[in-house]
């Protein structure tokens, strides 16, 4: 891949890629990542979010992540911290899963 000066990624012909979360919706409306933004603030989790606002527990991760990327940052919690360790549906299926 080629990293151009405003260090976005650019795809090389010729080569075979996966294109990834293609499954999901990435889109939201404005008044729904607003929601999001604010259940997260106030201490809800991914899952739960998700259930509320019907959307997949990746897709509300994602807004998260996107919220916190902006220059005024919206995110007030930390996304770092899950609560307490718990079997979650964000881990990796197949592998060792937490008690």
Do not use: C
Not at 27 to 40: D, F, G, I, P, Y
Not at 49 to 78: C, G, N, W, Y
């Amino acid at each position: 891949m080629i990293a151009t000066d405003k260090h976005y990624l650019v795809l090389e012909p010729g080569l075979e890629y996966e294109f990834m979360l293609e499954d999901l919706e990435l889109a939201m409306t404005k008044e729904q990542l607003h929601r999001v933004t604010t259940k997260w603030n106030s201490g809800q989790e991914i899952e739960n979010i998700a259930v509320s606002e019907r959307r997949h527990a990746v897709e509300i991760l994602i807004a998260i992540v996107h919220q916190s990327r902006k220059r005024e940052t919206k995110i007030k919690r930390p996304l770092g911290y899950r609560g307490e360790l718990r079997k979650s549906s964000l881990l990796v299926p197949g592998r060792e899963q937490l008690k």
